[in-house]
């Protein structure tokens, strides 16, 4: 059976293995497929960092402990796995889908599995990441277990299927390490003749609900999901994952002219953000209305599905989800950005000459120039029948850079990353550990004296922007954000509550309730979206104080972690460039136009930490 890229593509029944020397292999491949399975249960919410699964088996071929990353920041699959199994994990097998591999100095998945006392580790892949590739399968084997990667150490048919399910679910994870845009899929229903609206233009429905719920689920799973002009003017679409919180992607418009209408869904960004990409220069005007009202609108000098995916490849996408109509599907697919078709069939004909297809002009003239998919599934969705598969195949673990090792021998004087600028962005760079949402917890104290802890320091940050504010839902609000279970979560909460703050003027009395039951009414609202968290007044001193802010925690961070403190040192003479492109205030910006403060920030504290200044202020030394 094939894999497919999908949150329902595994499907094992209860795994009870025996040990059988005949039956190694079959063993390992089970438990590395089951590893795989609950790595997928996080898709969405990780990104843009790995999906990890851990399976520990007792000798006798049992399940002692499973865990799965849910986003990057909490625990790690590994030690969710560990306290499951406790003492039965004393001389087990651990089964990963990847090699563990996080921030510069994370060592908790390895720490785990040899303080548990796991005897040996199958690995299904190692780290795509070049920089952190082959690094724990070291460090484990230099603790005396047995560490066996699959296709290296362990070969056979059994095996490379169960290596191919390990590089399925961790597939735009690969491609980005191999290539300079995200990975694609095409999404589309149409009926059995192959159209995907009437001659009309009219297409809802075409597909059964259950299908349409599978939809919700594949877009619950992208970083973003993008559609032409011609999908908002006949459609006006919403672009929600509707799965009842948690992962909301984010929303694209590719449209060169800008002929859309003022008023759309896709507008609204309280809750999801949009994104519209145009041709520079295109209706100047609207491009302002449009960021009136919240919307982003990025310029190309040439817009084509190309160089639009090169870009959000450079704002750290990892998935992108294409809901098109056909013009700009078979764009996509001639400039080779698509990589997976999912084609939902109806078992309905409604013919039309005119009547839309789900691919335009390819410019083919003979069958034998179609494009094949590969690895192709078949499943029936209620009535529907969903057909999925490849268009390229997902690229192998090629190094694009050469090792450390290699770039030694070549010249012993040039060290890897070795830059008079050095960028920082996501865990994924070797300086990654630089940016505030590395999963490094920090004790600060809070505003009764006591200290608290915060996972990390965009947890900090994003909290303080309500600190002080005297307000019921204010104070929820960084109680929320203190217990967000990653950094992302966290940042999506703070940016979302400030989008819109009006004041909260309610007068109790006329309530005829006590201000504690108030709060629990208030809390309830929110829960069941009757109010919006976001109405809730940031304190005003904001922008005074937001880089102390950042500051503090972030000396805070450096001074209690040595090997941070260490590779901070170790970037004396180098300029820190915090890489996001969209940033302009904490970041560099696409083409250096950002303010750069998070990387000024860092040097400052670097200054400070070699006794170069004896400045201990946050914002002295910011004119760099």
Same mark, same amino acid.
């Given at each position: 059976?094939?894999?497919?890229?999908?949150?329902?593509?595994?499907?094992?029944?209860?795994?009870? /293995?025996?040990?059988?020397?005949?039956?190694?292999?079959?063993?390992?491949?089970?438990?590395?497929?089951?590893?795989?399975?609950?790595?997928?249960?996080?898709?969405?919410?990780?990104?843009?960092?790995?999906?990890?699964?851990?399976?520990?088996?007792?000798?006798?071929?049992?399940? $002692?402990?499973?865990?799965?990353?849910?986003?990057?920041?909490?625990?790690?699959?590994?030690?969710?796995?560990?306290?499951?199994?406790?003492?039965?994990?004393?001389?087990?097998?651990?089964?990963?889908?990847?090699?563990?591999?996080?921030?510069?100095?994370?060592?908790?998945?390895?720490?785990?599995?040899?303080?548990?006392?796991?005897?040996?580790?199958?690995?299904?892949?190692?780290?795509?990441?070049?920089?952190?590739? +082959?690094?724990?399968?070291?460090?484990?084997?230099?603790?005396?277990?047995?560490?066996?990667?699959?296709?290296?150490?362990?070969?056979?048919?059994?095996?490379?299927?169960?290596?191919?399910?390990?590089?399925?679910?961790?597939?735009?994870?690969?491609?980005?390490?191999?290539? *300079?845009?995200?990975?694609?899929?095409?999404?589309?229903?149409?009926?059995?003749?192959?159209?995907?609206?009437?001659?009309?233009?009219?297409?809802?429905?075409?597909?059964?609900?259950?299908?349409?719920?599978?939809?919700?689920?594949?877009?619950?799973?992208?970083? $973003?999901?993008?559609?032409?002009?011609?999908?908002?003017?006949?459609?006006?679409?919403?672009?929600?994952?509707?799965? +009842?919180?948690?992962?909301?992607?984010?929303?694209?418009?590719?449209?060169?002219?800008?002929?859309?209408?003022?008023?759309?869904?896709?507008?609204?960004?309280?809750?999801?953000?949009?994104?519209?990409?145009?041709?520079?220069?295109?209706?100047?005007?609207?491009?302002?209305?449009?960021?009136?009202?919240?919307?982003?609108?990025?310029?190309?000098?040439? @817009?084509? %599905?190309?160089?639009?995916?090169?870009?959000?490849?450079? *704002?750290?996408?990892?998935?992108?989800?294409?809901?098109?109509?056909?013009?700009?599907?078979?764009?996509?697919?001639?400039?080779?950005?698509?990589?997976?078709?999912?084609?939902?069939?109806?078992?309905?004909?409604?013919?039309?000459?005119?009547? %839309?297809?789900?691919?335009?002009?390819?410019?083919?003239?003979?069958?034998?120039?179609?494009?094949?998919?590969?690895?192709?599934?078949?499943?029936?969705?209620?009535?529907?029948?969903?057909?999925?598969?490849?268009?390229?195949?997902? %690229?192998?673990?090629?190094?694009?850079?050469?090792?450390?090792?290699?770039?030694?021998?070549?010249?012993?004087?040039?060290?890897?990353?070795?830059?008079?600028?050095?960028?920082?962005?996501?865990?994924?760079?070797?300086?990654?550990?630089?940016?505030?949402?590395?999963?490094?917890?920090?004790?600060?104290?809070?505003?009764?004296?006591?200290?608290?802890?915060?996972?990390?320091?965009?947890?900090?940050?994003?909290?303080?922007?309500?600190?002080?504010?005297?307000?019921?839902?204010?104070?929820? /609000?960084?109680?929320?954000?203190?217990? $967000?279970?990653?950094?992302?979560?966290?940042?999506?909460?703070?940016?979302?509550?400030?989008?819109?703050?009006?004041? @909260?003027? !309610?007068?109790?009395?006329?309530?005829?309730?006590?201000?504690?039951?108030?709060?629990?009414?208030?809390?309830?609202?929110?829960?069941?979206?009757?109010?919006?968290?976001?109405?809730?007044?940031?304190?005003?001193?904001?922008?005074?104080?937001?880089?102390?802010?950042?500051?503090?925690?972030?000396?805070?961070?450096?001074?209690?972690?040595?090997?941070?403190?260490?590779?901070?040192?170790?970037?004396?003479?180098?300029?820190?460039?915090?890489?996001?492109?969209?940033?302009?205030?904490?970041?560099?910006?696409?083409?250096?136009?950002?303010?750069?403060?998070?990387?000024? @920030?860092? !040097?400052?504290?670097?200054?400070?930490?070699? +006794?170069?200044?004896?400045?201990?202020?946050?914002?002295?030394?910011?004119?760099?």
């Amino acid at each position: 059976m094939a894999f497919s890229l999908g949150i329902n593509s595994f499907r094992f029944s209860p795994i009870i /293995c025996y040990a059988n020397p005949n039956h190694f292999h079959s063993n390992d491949a089970a438990f590395i497929k089951r590893a795989a399975e609950l790595a997928d249960k996080s898709a969405g919410f990780t990104s843009p960092h790995p999906n990890f699964g851990c399976v520990i088996a007792t000798p006798s071929g049992n399940v $002692a402990g499973e865990g799965y990353l849910y986003a990057q920041g909490t625990k790690p699959a590994e030690i969710q796995a560990v306290e499951v199994a406790a003492g039965s994990s004393k001389g087990a097998t651990a089964y990963l889908n990847m090699e563990p591999g996080d921030c510069h100095g994370d060592h908790t998945a390895v720490s785990a599995l040899v303080e548990a006392g796991i005897a040996r580790v199958v690995v299904g892949i190692r780290h795509p990441l070049r920089h952190l590739q +082959g690094n724990a399968v070291r460090a484990l084997r230099s603790q005396g277990i047995q560490v066996d990667v699959l296709g290296e150490d362990l070969q056979s048919k059994i095996v490379e299927d169960a290596r191919k399910s390990c590089l399925l679910v961790n597939a735009p994870l690969i491609h980005r390490a191999t290539s *300079r845009v995200p990975f694609s899929i095409l999404k589309y229903a149409m009926t059995l003749d192959g159209k995907i609206a009437a001659s009309t233009g009219h297409a809802a429905w075409i597909s059964s609900r259950k299908s349409r719920n599978r939809v919700f689920e594949l877009r619950g799973r992208s970083d $973003a999901i993008i559609v032409g002009g011609n999908t908002v003017r006949r459609d006006n679409p919403r672009l929600t994952a509707r799965h +009842g919180g948690g992962h909301m992607p984010m929303r694209i418009v590719m449209s060169q002219t800008l002929d859309l209408p003022e008023e759309a869904i896709l507008w609204d960004v309280s809750d999801v953000s949009t994104i519209v990409v145009t041709q520079r220069g295109a209706r100047r005007s609207f491009q302002k209305l449009l960021a009136s009202k919240g919307v982003e609108v990025v310029e190309f000098d040439v @817009l084509n %599905p190309r160089e639009v995916m090169e870009y959000f490849h450079d *704002r750290g996408y990892l998935s992108i989800l294409w809901e098109c109509g056909g013009t700009l599907a078979a764009s996509a697919i001639s400039a080779g950005v698509i990589h997976k078709v999912f084609a939902f069939v109806a078992p309905k004909i409604i013919g039309g000459k005119s009547a %839309p297809t789900p691919v335009g002009e390819l410019g083919m003239v003979e069958m034998s120039q179609a494009l094949d998919l590969i690895d192709v599934c078949y499943e029936q969705v209620g009535p529907d029948m969903l057909i999925s598969g490849f268009l390229q195949p997902i %690229p192998e673990l090629t190094p694009v850079i050469p090792s450390e090792d290699e770039t030694f021998a070549i010249d012993p004087t040039v060290t890897p990353y070795e830059s008079s600028i050095i960028f920082f962005y996501k865990t994924w760079d070797p300086y990654g550990a630089f940016s505030n949402f590395s999963p490094h917890p920090i004790q600060m104290f809070d505003s009764n004296g006591d200290y608290a802890t915060w996972s990390s320091v965009e947890h900090y940050y994003q909290a303080h922007k309500f600190l002080g504010v005297n307000d019921p839902v204010a104070k929820d /609000c960084i109680e929320k954000i203190k217990s $967000a279970k990653s950094p992302e979560e966290a940042a999506r909460m703070g940016r979302s509550m400030q989008r819109q703050c009006p004041n @909260l003027d !309610m007068d109790l009395g006329l309530l005829g309730t006590s201000i504690a039951h108030f709060e629990s009414l208030i809390l309830l609202a929110i829960c069941w979206k009757l109010i919006s968290p976001c109405d809730v007044q940031v304190r005003s001193d904001w922008d005074n104080v937001k880089i102390d802010v950042m500051y503090k925690a972030l000396k805070r961070k450096f001074s209690i972690y040595p090997h941070l403190n260490s590779m901070l040192l170790s970037t004396a003479g180098s300029v820190l460039v915090e890489a996001s492109p969209h940033d302009l205030f904490w970041g560099g910006g696409r083409e250096g136009e950002g303010l750069n403060y998070l990387g000024r @920030l860092l !040097m400052q504290l670097r200054s400070e930490f070699l +006794g170069e200044s004896s400045s201990s202020s946050g914002t002295t030394c910011l004119a760099l």
